[in-house]
Nanobody
Framework: QVQLVESGGGSVQAGGSLKLSCAASGYIFRTCGMGWYRQAPGKERELVSIISIYGTITYADSVKGQFTISRDNAKNTLYLQMNSLKTADTAVYYC???????????WGQGTQVTVSS
């Protein structure tokens, strides 16, 4: 049973923008914190940004001022607006929901973001 469905990835030139979306079930959206992670080739998965059900937001230092996370409660959808993209932002981006221990209970399938110079 698919709980998180991501969309919005693609290829863009450096300096461009993309907006990722993550559609979740109503139960997950109402009860769980959610976030975005990314994994670049040859690197470990890393935090991009997280948002609690109360709206508390955390960003990785590398994306502060560049990316914006948001939640649309009416659409049960999590977003990640990515501006001024750099080649270093190239990665597979994952949506995650429901923190559990050191990880998350649910993960999306990932969406590729490729930034070219």
């Amino acid at each position: 049973q698919v709980q998180l469905v991501e969309s919005g990835g693609g290829s863009v030139q450096a300096g461009g923008s993309l907006k990722l979306s993550c559609a979740a079930s109503g139960y997950i959206f109402r009860t769980c914190g959610m976030g975005w992670y990314r994994q670049a080739p040859g690197k470990e998965r890393e935090l991009v940004s997280i948002i609690s059900i109360y709206g508390t937001i955390t960003y990785a230092d590398s994306v502060k001022g560049q990316f914006t996370i948001s939640r649309d409660n009416a659409k049960n959808t999590l977003y990640l607006q990515m501006n001024s993209l750099k080649t270093a932002d190239t990665a597979v981006y994952y949506c995650a929901a429901c923190p559990s221990g050191l990880g998350y209970r649910y993960w999306g399938q990932g969406t590729q973001v490729t930034v070219s110079s």
